[in-house]
């Protein structure tokens, strides 16, 4: 089955303290893997996907596929990084997306 | 309008009564989708329309429809609503079905 966990609902840190979300994925052909980050009551926004290999915000995820994992790492949480952050995965016959349930990110002063 | 939007903002409303909400993007794109938001089960696919004229269920369509009369609209009906569909709404929309969905701001629907 296509699946993707986030094993973390909540994860608090302070600020300048390393971050890691953990993304762990279920699927047998080649994943594409997104993660997507929500401020306080907005709309997502897509802040990686793992094919352009980008650095937004500092924010850097690898796909390692041995482990089927994605997870996203900071080395500095800053306080405006407290966020909902969503890892997805590209599933299904017609390619749609599937969510992970969501880590909140709290970084404290 | 640039990007995509959502109406109404949000809305509380009698089970039982029929409600559309509204999805409209200006970015010609093909692909198009609904979720539901809710908390403790992250996002859940509801229905998805690959391009105009052609519609698809999603993770859970019972109790919606939709239709994609155009490239632009995407509408999501309740039929009639039921507390369990008191949710956060969002539309996206992606320029193909490999494309990286860009998501409208979100309906909060409360069904009493």
């Known amino acids: 089955a296509q699946r993707v966990t986030q094993p973390e609902k909540l994860l608090s840190v302070f600020k300048g303290a390393p971050v890691e979300l953990k993304c762990n994925y279920s699927?047998?052909?080649?994943?594409?893997l997104f993660w997507y980050v929500q401020y306080s009551r907005q709309r997502l926004q897509l802040l990686l996907r793992?094919?352009s290999r980008e650095s937004i915000k500092g924010f850097t995820a690898d796909l390692n596929k041995g482990e089927t994992s994605f997870h996203l790492k900071k080395p500095f949480a800053q306080e405006e990084d407290s966020a909902m952050y969503y890892c997805?995965?590209?599933?299904?016959?017609?390619?749609?997306?599937?969510f992970g349930k969501g880590t909140k990110l709290s970084v404290k002063p | 309008i640039a990007g995509i939007t959502q109406a109404p903002t949000s809305q509380i409303l009698a089970a039982g009564r029929r409600m559309t909400l509204r999805c409209t993007q200006d970015?010609?794109?093909?692909?198009m989708y609904w979720y539901r938001q809710d908390l403790g089960l992250g996002l859940r696919l509801i229905h998805y329309?690959?391009?105009?004229?052609?519609?698809g269920k999603g993770e859970v369509p019972d109790g919606y429809s939709v239709s994609r009369a155009n490239t632009d609209d995407f509408p999501l009906t309740l039929a009639s609503a039921v507390p369990s569909q008191t949710s956060v709404y969002f539309c996206?929309?992606?320029?193909?079905?490999?494309?990286?969905?860009?998501f409208g701001p979100g309906t909060r629907l409360t069904v009493l």
């Open positions: 970015m010609r794109h093909n692909a």
């Open positions: 699927y047998s052909g080649s994943p594409e």
């Open positions: 793992h094919i």
């Open positions: 996206a929309s992606s320029d193909s079905t490999q494309g990286a969905p860009y």
């Open positions: 329309s690959n391009t105009a004229g052609t519609t």
């Open positions: 997805a995965l590209r599933g299904g016959s017609q390619g749609n997306l599937i």
